[in-house]
């Protein structure tokens, strides 16, 4: 073997080397907290916090993590902050990601019970392969997506789709954007149509609601139970510089 594929070789296996350390300093303690891996891009960060809210409003008693700086979120953090999550009974942890912490495996050896993907009409579906190498129990994806088709064939046991696409299994019938706010009215993979309203008022906090209802359906949650999360959610104030 070349000095080059060594090279190589070993930038293929330290992620999993790392995931593995990690796996036996912290434990497994996914195996008792459910991971819910949302990977976005920033228009539709919103998912995380409404899934939180349909989550705390369903006395799943959530926990969630969300990178804020620049660089990508660091695994150690990740493995940590679910560790934690375990210590303080939470049933799932929500973990907000972007492209570019998939990118760097920041989320090697991670088993999620649940992703979901929406924001990424240009990126490969073999981004996602090594993040979804132990087969999520359920993955939720943007059926308006022009990359839908072959996202589509990611392994899950569960998969259910949302947006504004006729065969969206959640799909966006209607909306209205007003100026504290916004309303839309979606059919559920059951036929059973509901409203839900957001404090946000833009096309993406539509997008955004359309997802976390398609992972709280997919999860067994109630409609009248997501219609409250929904409600409860307060956006966050933007911070003084």
Same mark, same amino acid.
């Given at each position: 073997?070349?000095?080059?594929?060594?090279?190589?070789?070993?930038?293929?296996?330290?992620?999993?080397?790392?995931?593995?350390?990690?796996?036996?300093?912290?434990?497994?303690?996914?195996?008792?907290?459910?991971?819910?891996?949302?990977?976005?891009?920033?228009?539709?960060?919103?998912?995380?916090?409404?899934?939180?809210?349909?989550?705390?409003?369903?006395?799943?008693?959530?926990?969630?993590?969300?990178?804020?700086?620049?660089?990508? @979120?660091?695994?150690? $953090?990740?493995? #940590?902050?679910? /560790?934690? *999550?375990?210590?303080?009974?939470? &049933?799932?942890?929500? +973990?907000?990601?972007?492209?570019?912490?998939?990118?760097?495996?920041?989320?090697?050896?991670?088993?999620?019970?649940?992703?979901?993907?929406?924001?990424?009409?240009?990126?490969?579906?073999?981004?996602?392969?090594?993040?979804?190498?132990?087969?999520?129990?359920?993955?939720?994806?943007?059926?308006?997506?022009?990359?839908?088709?072959?996202?589509?064939?990611?392994?899950?046991?569960?998969?259910?789709?949302?947006?504004?696409?006729?065969?969206?299994?959640?799909? @966006?019938?209607?909306? $209205?954007?007003? #100026?504290?706010? /916004?309303? *839309?009215?979606?059919?559920?993979? &059951?036929?059973?149509? +509901?409203?839900?309203?957001?404090?946000?008022?833009?096309?993406?906090?539509?997008?955004?609601?359309?997802?976390?209802?398609?992972?709280?359906?997919?999860?067994?949650?109630?409609?009248?139970?997501?219609?409250?999360?929904?409600?409860?959610?307060?956006?966050?104030?933007?911070?003084?510089?």
């Amino acid at each position: 073997m070349s000095e080059v594929t060594k090279q190589e070789s070993k930038k293929q296996t330290y992620p999993e080397m790392r995931a593995k350390f990690l796996s036996f300093y912290y434990g497994h303690p996914e195996k008792n907290v459910k991971p819910i891996v949302v990977v976005s891009d920033k228009k539709h960060a919103p998912i995380s916090d409404f899934l939180f809210e349909i989550l705390k409003v369903a006395d799943k008693n959530p926990a969630i993590l969300e990178n804020k700086s620049a660089s990508p @979120i660091s695994a150690r $953090k990740v493995h #940590k902050t679910l /560790s934690k *999550a375990w210590q303080n009974e939470n &049933s799932f942890l929500i +973990i907000r990601v972007d492209l570019d912490d998939v990118i760097s495996n920041s989320l090697a050896g991670l088993n999620p019970h649940m992703v979901i993907l929406t924001g990424f009409d240009s990126a490969h579906p073999d981004i996602f392969r090594g993040l979804l190498k132990s087969a999520p129990k359920c993955l939720v994806l943007d059926r308006d997506s022009a990359n839908f088709s072959t996202i589509e064939t990611l392994p899950a046991d569960k998969k259910t789709s949302h947006g504004h696409h006729h065969d969206a299994k959640t799909k @966006i019938e209607s909306h $209205k954007l007003y #100026k504290k706010g /916004s309303e *839309a009215n979606l059919k559920l993979p &059951s036929s059973e149509k +509901i409203t839900v309203a957001s404090f946000l008022a833009n096309e993406d906090s539509i997008k955004s609601m359309s997802a976390a209802v398609a992972a709280a359906d997919l999860l067994g949650i109630t409609s009248d139970i997501i219609i409250d999360g929904l409600a409860s959610y307060e956006p966050k104030k933007p911070t003084s510089a």
